[in-house]
């Protein structure tokens, strides 16, 4: 079972800024999930939030300021107590920073096809200028974004995020034809990660921060678990962020 570092890893460093990247690495993981939105200028800043209150302490939006002006806000909010400044990274910032990812899950929280095609024009570059075709996801739970990366990302995976399983959550990452099911734990069921699994779905599971829960997890059969603590996930599971 593989294991991603949620927002880098949230429960040890401010979330999805680099030192909190950075922790993922110390503990061995080697694959994380972030969050996407497009700043003024349409440069992709790895933040979960549109607005900045809550881990910045500032009023506004994300996409009211340009990237210059984002990366200079200090995110350290993300984390109490937490004493040094913490930057918002841009994608391009982050890939630059930690070359030694095997894989990510971008979080893109779309809900038009304007703004779909806005956040793709951006990536796909980025993703080609670094080589990251193999090693990335483009996840969501906008299924407006997934139809338009299926029409236009050029074979990038994708993969649906459920929260709530209103409906059938293999179903719709099969009719997306994502790759990916990214599920919140609580719809987890051995029967249905099976479903998923005979489909050729990767399931990943969120946010898992519980020992017990990890274990539970990896004996149903999931791929992949997205956690908070990765320190202690590498522990409770064994190895360096990978475990069988």
């Known amino acids: 079972m593989q294991i991603y570092g949620h927002r880098g890893a949230r429960g040890e460093a401010p979330e999805n800024t680099l030192p909190s990247f950075h922790k993922a690495l110390e503990a061995g993981v080697r694959r994380v999930e972030l969050d996407l939105h497009l700043s003024s200028d349409h440069q992709l800043m790895v933040i979960h939030d549109p607005t900045l209150k809550r881990t910045t302490g500032i009023k506004g939006k994300i996409a009211a300021h340009t990237a210059a002006e984002l990366t200079r806000l200090d995110a350290r909010l993300g984390l109490a107590g937490w004493n040094e400044h913490c930057a918002i990274p841009t994608l391009e910032q982050l890939f630059h920073s930690c070359p030694e990812f095997e ?16 956040v793709m024009n951006a990536v796909m570059p980025l993703v080609e200028q670094f080589g990251l075709r193999e090693k990335v996801v483009i996840t969501s739970s ?70 017990q829960l990890m274990l539970r997890l990896r004996d149903m059969g999931v791929d992949s678990l997205i956690t908070d603590v990765p320190h202690l996930a590498v522990r409770v599971l064994g190895g360096t962020g990978e475990t069988h």
């Open 103 to 118: 894989h990510y899950q971008l979080e893109v929280k779309s809900g038009s096809a304007a703004q779909s095609r806005r």
């Open 142 to 211: 906008s299924r407006t974004l997934l139809r338009y990366v299926q029409q236009n990302g050029g074979e990038l995976s994708t993969g649906l995020v459920e929260e709530y399983g209103f409906l059938d959550p293999v179903k719709s990452a099969l009719r997306y034809q994502c790759r990916f099911l990214v599920l919140n734990w609580k719809l987890c069921t051995p029967a249905r990660i099976a479903q998923a699994q005979r489909q050729g779905l990767h399931v990943s599971v969120w946010t898992v921060n519980d020992p």
